[in-house]
């Protein structure tokens, strides 16, 4: 990532106040057994590298441990992960390819953290030469619906199948969880991944106290599903900060994003189907609660509005933005009430709304209320766990 020499400093000095690891020769060796006293038949967890495919359940016991190659959790498989664990991506382990976790459908991941005891993924390099990311992040793949044609799909990242009927489908349990440096490329050059992928989530999955940081592509985007999620910190992504498409309906409730200066695209860049405006299920989330510092970039906003999203934003505090919000595509979901702003308190230098539809003046319909006394996050949620806490918040 490209950064001042203060931003630099800063880095360092946020990453010096949390516990991690250099390298395979300061890491816990913690061997986890199976029901029957020995080594998982798959050999996954090998001292302090978990690798390959998680074909049965695995406990992994609070330590420090590699993560090596593409690990994934396969369908009637738990990974439960214990508070206080660290996974870091080597550099050599970087220089020999992806490296990354994926839960597929029918598995589930349990990482429980705890405000003095996070779970984080992170990479020895902290991405020190910038560009792509150092790490493929976290993908779970569920099978909830999605909009598209047949209700399910193969997931960018991975090529896994996600989707389904089951809105109440379960994938586990994140919480306190911070991942760190992801957005490496893929082989191909096509695309990055993303710090957090939710493919076709359902709402029987908990996600709670999450944080992406300094990912090379989007923090959290949801593809489709049902799935909630509360406490989400976004900061310093060189993509999105918030992305959802494929008829996404969930609630985001209490988001602080901080992106940093002519760095990133859109905290929030939404739609519900390219090329299918009105593609069924359409995307409609519930976002409560946010507060977002802008990179103050020409040319971007806060919200990037596209391909028939719908979107009920309450309580949303922005600032250091030349333009708030570009409106793309269509305008029947401003016109039913389906994509609407209440109780905003916006700031910035030149524009409110970029109507790239049909160029009227939609603010009234759009912007149902503001309100200079606007909250935004509870930022006491991201208190001692975070990186965004660690630099000082807003």
């Known amino acids: 990532m490209k950064m001042t020499i203060f931003k630099s400093m800063l880095v360092l000095s946020i990453m010096a106040g949390f516990t991690s690891c250099s390298g395979d020769d300061d890491l816990d060796p913690v061997i986890t057994t199976d029901d029957d006293g020995g ?43 214990q508070p206080g664990t660290t996974f870091t991506v080597s550099s050599s382990d970087q220089a020999a390819g992806i490296n990354l976790l994926f839960v597929e459908q029918g598995g589930r991941i349990v990482a429980e953290g705890t405000a003095s005891q996070p779970i984080v993924f992170t990479s020895e390099n902290k991405n020190a030469e910038g560009g792509d990311g150092d790490w493929g992040g976290i993908g779970i793949h569920g099978r909830a619906t999605m909009n598209a044609p047949g209700g399910t ?6 090529q896994l199948p996600y989707g389904g009927n089951d809105d109440n489908d379960d994938s586990g349990s994140l919480k306190y969880v911070r991942v760190e440096y992801a957005g490496q490329a893929s082989s191909d050059g096509q695309f990055e991944f993303n710090a957090f992928s939710f493919f076709a989530v359902g709402n029987g999955t908990t996600l709670e106290n999450l944080e992406a940081f300094e990912g090379a592509d989007d923090g959290f985007e949801f593809y489709g599903g049902t799935v909630d999620a509360t406490n989400l910190s976004a900061v310093g992504m060189e993509d999105d900060s918030v992305d959802w498409d494929e008829g996404y309906r969930g609630t985001l409730d209490n988001l602080v994003i901080y992106q940093y200066d002519n760095t ?52 949303i505090v922005a600032y250091n933005y030349e333009t708030i919000i570009f409106l793309n595509d269509q305008l029947q979901e401003v016109e039913n009430g389906e994509l609407v702003f209440t109780n905003v308190d916006f700031d910035y230098s030149e524009n409110l709304i970029v109507n ?10 759009l912007i149902s209320s503001t309100n200079p006394d606007a909250t935004g996050a509870d930022i006491s949620e991201f208190e001692g766990w975070t990186n965004f806490d660690a630099m000082g918040g807003f």
């Open 264 to 315: 990133g695209d859109f905290a929030f860049e939404l739609a519900s189907r390219s090329g299918e405006n009105n593609a069924s299920p359409r995307a409609l989330v519930n976002v409560n609660n946010v507060t977002m510092r802008g990179h103050d970039r020409a040319d971007k906003a806060a919200f990037d509005l596209k391909q028939g999203t719908g979107g009920i934003f309450d309580n």
């Open 39 to 81: 080594v998982p038949d798959d050999g996954v967890l090998q001292g302090n590298v978990l690798e390959g495919d998680i074909t049965e359940d695995l406990l992994v016991e609070t330590g420090n441990y590699n993560l090596r190659g593409a690990v994934s959790v396969k369908d009637g498989a738990t990974l439960t992960i």
């Open 153 to 158: 799909s193969l997931s960018e990242a991975g």
């Open 356 to 365: 790239n539809v049909d160029g009227s003046d939609v603010s009234a319909t």
